[in-house]
């Protein structure tokens, strides 16, 4: 293709296994340095500088300075959009990196997806808020409704302040795991902040994970419930 936007330069950045490693790594939302990525991507501090001026050229991603250190975040919200679909696609053709293990059951169940919740947990709450009116989906559209105005109101979200934000208030994201829409957008991080700040949920070192407490869990499935078809 000669013209039009060059998906093969994205492509190629991506591509790259030690590239794809940090930038699935910086999906869970934490700014890390170039050492930490380092780690992550299985290279020398040396060669992860390299790619990651690559990466940040490409617009994938932005450097932060505090102090003396460097640090490095998703360029923003449609990376970490992209790097999770592809996740998706890879998991469904079969594309796995590793034999299951022990963390790949909480990451299913709950997890952060840069700054919302994703995994079996997000794509629930996603459904419980569309089959009580509170969120309309038309195809990969969400749009808040009058009555999810008044919901989140009530559980203490102020969606005037979230309207006023640049930021769509709710985007459909694909669950890699799930390989269903969970919720993002303003909206979405709002609610995962909400439970952390409620002390529901926390995150875990090292992880992308989110472990609910058991008081926790039991709010969350009773905020979010999930209509079971009854058998015919």
Request: charged share 25%; aromatic share 6%.
């Amino acid at each position: 293709m000669k013209e039009g936007p060059d998906i093969a330069q994205i492509g190629a950045l991506i591509g790259d296994p030690a590239r794809a490693n940090m930038l699935a790594a910086l999906t869970g939302g934490k700014a890390l340095t170039a050492t930490e990525l380092a780690a992550v991507g299985g290279i020398t501090l040396q060669t992860a500088s390299a790619h990651l001026a690559k990466l940040e050229a490409g617009g994938l991603l932005l450097p932060r300075k505090q102090g003396r250190h460097r640090y490095f975040t998703l360029a923003d919200e449609t990376v970490a959009r992209l790097i999770e679909s592809m996740m998706g696609f890879a998991a469904s053709r079969g594309h796995l990196r590793h034999q299951p293990g022990p963390k790949e059951p909480a990451l299913r169940k709950a997890r952060i997806c840069y700054d919302h919740l994703a995994g079996d947990y997000g794509v629930r709450m996603l459904d419980s808020l569309v089959a009580r009116g509170a969120i309309d989906a038309v195809g990969d559209a969400l749009a808040l409704t009058a009555k999810g105005e008044e919901t989140f109101q009530c559980i203490g979200i102020d969606v005037a302040d979230l309207k006023a934000s640049r930021r769509p208030l709710c985007r459909s994201c694909l669950d890699w795991s799930e390989r269903r829409a969970h919720l993002a957008g303003s909206l979405g991080k709002a609610l995962l902040a909400s439970f952390f700040d409620r002390g529901w949920a926390r995150r875990t070192a090292g992880s992308r994970s989110v472990i609910f407490s058991p008081d926790g869990e039991r709010q969350f499935l009773a905020l979010f419930p999930v209509e079971t078809p009854v058998a015919a």
